[in-house]
């Protein structure tokens, strides 16, 4: 059983006293017999001898310490010191435990940091770099090997944040441009933290950025598009206040131009609606078995009866197969294909819709030798409200929502709007469904897997 503090206190101080005790005897003894110069060498080498053996105790304990990893064996002692190397071997053993778990907190702290999607960014009260996790690195443009210790102004050299730092109100969070990346949006915000260290958090809103901005480019330009005609609506009624006697024929004239312009509201308005109707989370597809040849040849039949003879339009069905999902969802989307292709086409253009397989997709095509995008408008054409030219789609009686709402109901069905143009030439809008959406009836397809045909209606 190790002995306590007490214990070895009080051998301490009792050892030397009985050695020195001892000593006294002996030495009284030899003085009696040998006389007094010899009685005091033998007191003097005693003393020496003792000292010696608590120099070479003492010599053993700094080579013993000074062993970083405390590796080498414990000292051989006796007595007292026995018990001084036997309670510092204790007390190593404990730091080392203690240090281990420590360097664990550490550890799990550091691999916390690194999962965290924010960056963070240790300051001391220098505003120096103490640490940094990946994500601030990425964010900042931080090198982990040469940037520890610096001062954060040099190495974010933004006017914005330059004031942000020194100014000292950090209340708020500061929203500004990535040094590493222009096209990437920060939001930063400094945390005081200890005694006067600081926490740098950014996080990356490029997304919200975005997200952001179409909002505010969506309400003005559904703003834009009500504006338009209900000008044209209010001015027609101020002049039948202002003519009670207008003729007849001017009345009708006015009365049909106004049914226009509200019959684009109408169409704005219901589009609208689909769109938040397809964005809402509460709004889950309901799913059946689709007649797609059925559907097919409807939006045929709509695309000559809105073509009224301008444009000569074939249907080519190569596939007899359906689809898994909702009828009503995908007649809209699929019909703003062919509504866009009979508006967008100039008279006498043919119009060509195609069902059926290509590779391993089934894909209704609408094809048209109109005049074709050129390719800077290709990935804008799905956006609320993008028109490639804005007096035309006026024209043609467009909402400037088609696009959207088909590529919206097509994500819904995991399908993707595909598409492909050349100025001069024609473009081709295409609605490709993967093979676990289909339902093979000819087996032209791969068809549905049996888990999900064993869910479709009788």
Known sequence: ????????????????????????????????????????????????????????????????????????????????????????????????????????????????????????????????????????????????????????????????????????????????????????????????????????????????????????????????????????????LETFIDTPDIPHADFLHYCDLMLQQTDRMRRLVEDLLTLSRLESPQNRLVETRVDMPALIQSLYQDAISLSAGRHPIDLLRDSEDDVLGNIDELSSGLGNLVSNAVRYTPAGKAIRLRWGWRGDELCFDVCDEGEGIEPQHIARLTERFYRVDRGRSRETGGTGLGLAIAKHVLTRHHARLSIESKVGEGSRFSACFPPERVVGQTGSGPGLPRQLQAKLPA
Do not use: C
């Open 1 to 236: 059983m190790p002995a306590s503090l007490e214990d070895i206190l009080s051998d301490f101080w009792w050892n030397p006293v009985f050695l020195l005790a001892g000593l006294l005897l002996v030495m009284l003894a030899a003085g009696v017999m040998f006389g007094p110069v010899v009685a005091l060498l033998l007191g003097l080498l005693v003393m020496l001898l003792y000292i010696i053996r608590h120099l070479r105790y003492m010599a053993d304990m700094i080579r013993w310490l000074a062993d970083p990893e405390m590796s080498s064996a414990l000292p051989a002692a006796s007595g007292e010191w026995d018990e001084i190397f036997y309670s510092l071997d204790r007390m190593v053993r404990r730091n080392k435990r203690s240090t281990a778990r420590l360097f664990a907190v550490l550890d799990r702290f550091e691999h916390a940091a690194h999962a965290i999607p924010d960056g963070i960014v240790m300051l001391n009260e220098l505003d120096q770099i103490d640490w940094f996790n990946p994500v601030a690195g990425r964010h900042f443009g931080f090198d982990e090997k040469i940037d520890r210790g610096q001062f954060i102004g040099y190495l974010i050299r933004q006017s914005v944040f330059h004031d942000y730092l020194a100014h000292g109100d950090y209340r708020e969070a500061l929203v500004m441009k990535s040094p590493a990346d222009r096209d990437v949006t920060l939001s930063v915000q400094m945390v005081a933290f200890g005694e006067r260290q600081k926490m740098l958090i950014s996080r990356d809103v490029t997304q919200f950025e975005m997200v952001e901005a179409m909002r505010r480019d969506f309400v003005a330009n559904v703003s834009h598009e009500l504006r338009t005609p209900l000008t044209v609506v209010g001015g027609f």
